[in-house]
């Protein structure tokens, strides 16, 4: 059972803790493990997450390394959907397919396996915090070129004022947080 959502969101806001000048000068990590110690607030928080992929027909859930995968593993299993890791080069065992994307701080590349997703899958791409949108828009190309279709994106925190919204336009985006 989900409790009042603005409840939730209030509880959220408190619990996740801003690491200032992490992991660079200038930058305010939003450190969400504090999160995954309240077993009733983390699962409260991987329902509401889900929520609004209930009725999308999800097949694949696909999340992104590292904190991604905290969040996508409960959001597929909530929507009976398979999981997908997208992580840092190297580190997927099999034949991968690779793109590179530039991050809030630095530059970085994300790797899929090229069996994961197939063309008539429908994918959720999950991750921890949306900040410039530039892992995510990475992760939905990595998934459109196997001709799947991306359903839409869970984060559990958004920062608005980076606008990486603008960089999933036409895509449905949904976040439980939202720093203005
Ligand atoms: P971006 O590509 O700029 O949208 O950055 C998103 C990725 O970087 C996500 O995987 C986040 O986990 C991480 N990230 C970016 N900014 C922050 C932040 N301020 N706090 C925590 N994680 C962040």
Redesign the pocket.
């Known amino acids: 059972m989900i409790s009042d959502k603005s409840t939730l969101v209030d509880e959220l806001r408190r619990t996740i803790r801003d690491v200032n000048n992490f992991p660079k000068p200038g ?6 493990t504090p999160v995954l110690l309240d077993v009733k607030l983390f699962a409260q928080t991987v329902q509401l997450m889900a929520e609004p992929y209930r009725d999308a027909r999800v097949t694949r859930v696909v999340s ?2 590292s ?2 995968f905290l969040f996508g593993a409960p959001i597929a299993l909530e929507l009976g959907a398979g999981l997908v890791p997208i992580r840092k080069p190297g580190k997927l065992p099999a034949a991968t397919q690779r793109i590179e ?5 630095g530059t970085d590349a994300l790797e899929m396996h090229y069996d994961a997703v197939q063309p008539g899958d429908r994918v959720l791409i999950v ?12 992760a939905a190309q990595l998934v459109g070129g196997t001709g799947a279709a991306v359903a839409g994106f869970s984060f559990l ?1 958004e ?1 608005d004022f ?1 606008k ?1 919204r603008q960089r999933l336009q036409g895509r449905r985006v949904e976040a439980l947080l939202h720093y203005a």
Request: proline residues 0%; charged residues 25%.
């Open positions: 930058i305010v990590f939003k450190d969400v992104i390394e904190r991604g994307y530039a991050l809030e701080y991750d921890d915090v949306l900040a410039t949108g530039g892992t995510a828009n990475a925190i920062l980076l990486g």
